[in-house]
């Protein structure tokens, strides 16, 4: 069944980031659960519908990864998110320093950072031309500013969000995870022929976002390579992995999305 959460939010669907933080002892190498049963482990979240997506009834990929913690610890699991406005890559930074995320990350025993990709979604549907959109919008000579400026500043959230989030807690101490996205519209693509166009963007997104958290000793789940394969031209839909809808996960992407962040395990940062 869906979870009842502690703020409600609504948001597009953005692709991207997970962590978690535990408030383990510092000696501890593991996150494990409370002393006291009646503790809840707090999971704080910041993301998208990537991860809260639900549909007939059944539960987002964040539901799904929680009952899997619940059922490693046997530790009941409380999940925490900002409240609305979010999603934006553009916006974690600032929520991240503010003095309400400082309070939210230091009162969490984990935290889920699903690392937004909107701004360069948008930029892709004009640039590709997609879904009416005069890809001349997108500006430059080539019809692809739009898509430079979004990675651009896609960058310099991820730089400046690792960064500030590493500064409050400490990733040998604190359980932390990092979980990329995955590329929609890739049938559409194909159909209009802009694929290769778009793809070697999605890429460079998501390695530079698994790069830095790797700076930082934290693994990434690479929903992208599950989703699109290695090289991002594989289609999720061929695959059942994307809803009715074209754009958020169906429930086996749901699933996919949750056991590939619970293979990274629960191991800090040496």
């Known amino acids: 069944m869906p979870r009842p959460y502690s703020l409600p939010f609504v948001v597009p669907l953005t692709l991207v980031v997970l962590l978690l933080a535990s408030s383990c002892s510092s000696g501890s190498s593991t996150l494990t659960a409370p002393e006291d049963p009646d503790q809840p482990l707090v999971l ?76 360069l979604l948008n930029a892709v549907i004009v640039a590709a ?27 310099d959230s991820v730089e400046t969000s690792f960064a500030i989030l590493t500064e409050t807690v400490d990733p040998s101490e604190t359980l ?10 890739v049938t559409e693509q194909i159909v209009a022929g802009t694929l290769a166009m778009t793809n070697p963007y999605w890429q460079e997104a998501q390695e530079f976002f698994a790069e830095t958290a790797a700076d930082y000793g934290i693994p990434t789940a690479r929903v992208f390579d599950e989703f699109n394969g290695p090289d991002g031209t594989n289609d999720p839909q061929d695959r059942g992995l994307i809803a009715a809808d074209g754009l958020h996960p169906s429930e086996a992407g749901r699933l996919l999305i949750a056991e590939t962040i619970h293979d990274l395990g629960y191991d800090f940062a040496n």
């Open 176 to 185: 932390i995870r990092a979980v990329g996205g995955y590329a929609p519209f």
């Open 129 to 155: 031309g997609l879904f009416e959109m005069n890809p001349a919008d997108c500006g430059g000579d080539d019809h692809q500013q739009c898509l430079r400026d979004a990675l651009a500043g896609f960058k």
């Open 44 to 119: 704080w979240m910041y993301g998208d519908s990537i991860l809260w997506f639900q549909s007939l009834g059944q539960g987002g990929a964040i539901d799904l990864y929680m009952d899997m913690v619940e059922e490693d610890l046997g530790a009941r699991v409380w999940l925490r998110r900002p409240p609305s406005p979010y999603g934006l890559a553009a916006l974690l930074p600032d929520y991240l320093s503010s003095d309400q995320g400082q309070r939210d990350l230091a009162g969490a025993d984990m935290i889920l950072l699903e690392f937004p990709v909107v701004e």
